[in-house]
């Protein structure tokens, strides 16, 4: 069975960090493009993030850019999102997902494969 399964989520201030990770089986990431995306109550899913098969090409959310990091890691078959400096726009539901092909897309419906969410929460 494909699965993605989040991980790291949580409650952190503002100013703080938090590490998502983003475990495959199933199937391996090597291939694919991968991507996080958030979703806050109300708004649209949005592209955060995303990295092509070779980690050659990124792309970031201008809200992101200088604060995110995404990466993976391939016998780990993982990849991660590293947050920092949160802000009190940043809490949402954040999804990993992949896509088939190895280039980048920030469009949801371009991606094949998602994770169940996790939660961030920014909160003083």
């Known amino acids: 069975q494909l699965q993605l399964v989040e991980s790291g989520g949580g409650l952190v201030q503002p100013g703080g960090s938090l590490r998502l990770s983003c475990a495959a089986s199933?199937?391996?990431?090597?291939?694919?493009?991968i991507g996080w995306f958030r979703q806050a109550p109300g708004k649209e899913r949005e592209g955060v993030s995303c990295?092509?098969?070779?980690?050659?090409?990124?792309y970031y959310a201008d809200s992101v850019k200088g604060r995110f990091t995404i990466s993976r890691d391939t016998p780990k078959n993982t990849m991660y999102l590293q947050m920092n400096s949160l802000k009190p726009e940043d809490p949402a539901v954040y999804y990993c997902?992949?896509?088939?092909?190895?280039?980048?897309?920030?469009?949801?419906?371009?991606?094949?494969?998602w994770g169940q969410g996790t939660q961030v929460t920014v909160s003083s």
């Open positions: 997902a992949a896509r088939s092909a190895g280039y980048i897309s920030r469009l949801r419906h371009d991606y094949d494969y």
């Open positions: 990295i092509s098969s070779s980690g050659g090409s990124t």
């Open positions: 199933g199937f391996t990431l090597d291939h694919h493009a």
